[in-house]
C-alpha cells in the first residue's frame, strides 16, 4: 500500500507506553531523531509493534507546523 | 514560547510552493530527513520564512501515525 | 506497508478537483458512501490518482468525531 | 447545526471501550463499514452514546488521506 | 446535530478569503477573540457564509496544544 | 519559538484530568471561553501545567470548522 501522507520516515520502536485506549510509542529514526506517536493499543497489536521493530512515522503534511526562533 | 507538541525537528526551508491560501513548505532537517508541511499564505509571511532559513517542523503526537512492511 | 490508522475503506476515486497546492478527492467506497479528502497536488501524481482508480480513504480515529441527531 | 465537515456518515455504536481520558466507539455504518472513533470519555457521556444507539462519524476532508495497492 | 467535539466558540464571520481549493474564514467570536479556520470551497457554499453570518468554530480537543511563555 | 499555528488563545489552566497516556486540560480564556485540551502526560509534566497557570490554546487554522444553526 503506498499513501499520500508525504512524511514518511524510517526508525525503529525505542519505547511503547501502554494505555487503556491509546498507546505512546518512541520512535528513534534512522538518523537519530526521536518522534513520538500516539496510536490505539489495538493498532500496537494489528501492527506487531515491539521495541527493536523497524516501522516508520507517517504524518499528513496538512500536520505539520513550522516555528521560528 | 514552549509548546506540548512533543515532535520538534530542527531544519532548514529548502522550497516554498506558494497557493493562494495554503503554501507548501519543503524542509531538510539537519539530519538529512525531509519533512513537507502545509500552512496559510500568512503565516508563510508572519514567520518571515523563506529558502534557507532556520525552522523547525512542529508535529502533535497524536497526528503521527506508525506503519511496517 | 501496513499502517496504524484504523479506517481505511475501500472505493474508487469519483472526482478529482486540482487546486494550486491542496486537490480535493471524492472517492465512492464499495458499499455507496461518498468520501471528500483532501491532499497536496504532489501526491495526486504520485500515486496517480485519476477518476476510476481504485484507491482506499484512510482516517486515523483520533481524527473522527461523532454526532446525533 | 449544520458543520463543514465534508463527511458525515450515519451508523449505529456497536461498542464503546472506555479509557481513563479517551473512549474508543466502534460504529457499523448503514452500508456495513466499521468505523472507529477515538472521543473524549466527557463526550461519550454528553452524547449519551450507547450500543445499539444511531450516530454520525464526521470528518474533516483534511483528515482523509487516499491510498493505492 | 449535536457533536463530540468539545470545543464550539460562537462568533461571526469576519472575513472570507477564497482559494481554489480551501477557503479561508475568519470568525470573530462572541468574546472578541478572533480565530481561523481553514474548511473546503465548497462547505463555504453549502453553509451559506458570508460577512456578518452568525457561526460556530468547531474544534477537536484532541487537535488543541497548550503553550507557555 | 514563533509558530505557524494562526490561533493562540491566551488563557489559564482550570483542571487537569490526568490519563494514563494522554491527559485533558480545560483552559479558561482570558474573555471567559472554555477550551478543552488533550495533550499527552509528559507534555503536562515538561510544561509544568497545574492549576491557575497562564498558558496559550494553539490550534492550527486547518483544524477548525465552521458550523451554523
Known sequence: MKISARNIIKGKVKEIVPG????EIIIETALGETIVSIITRDSVENLG????????????ASNVMVAVD
Open 49 to 60: 509493534l515491539e521495541v527493536g521493530k523497524e516501522v516508520y512515522a507517517v504524518v499528513k
Open 20 to 23: 487503556s485506549v491509546n498507546s
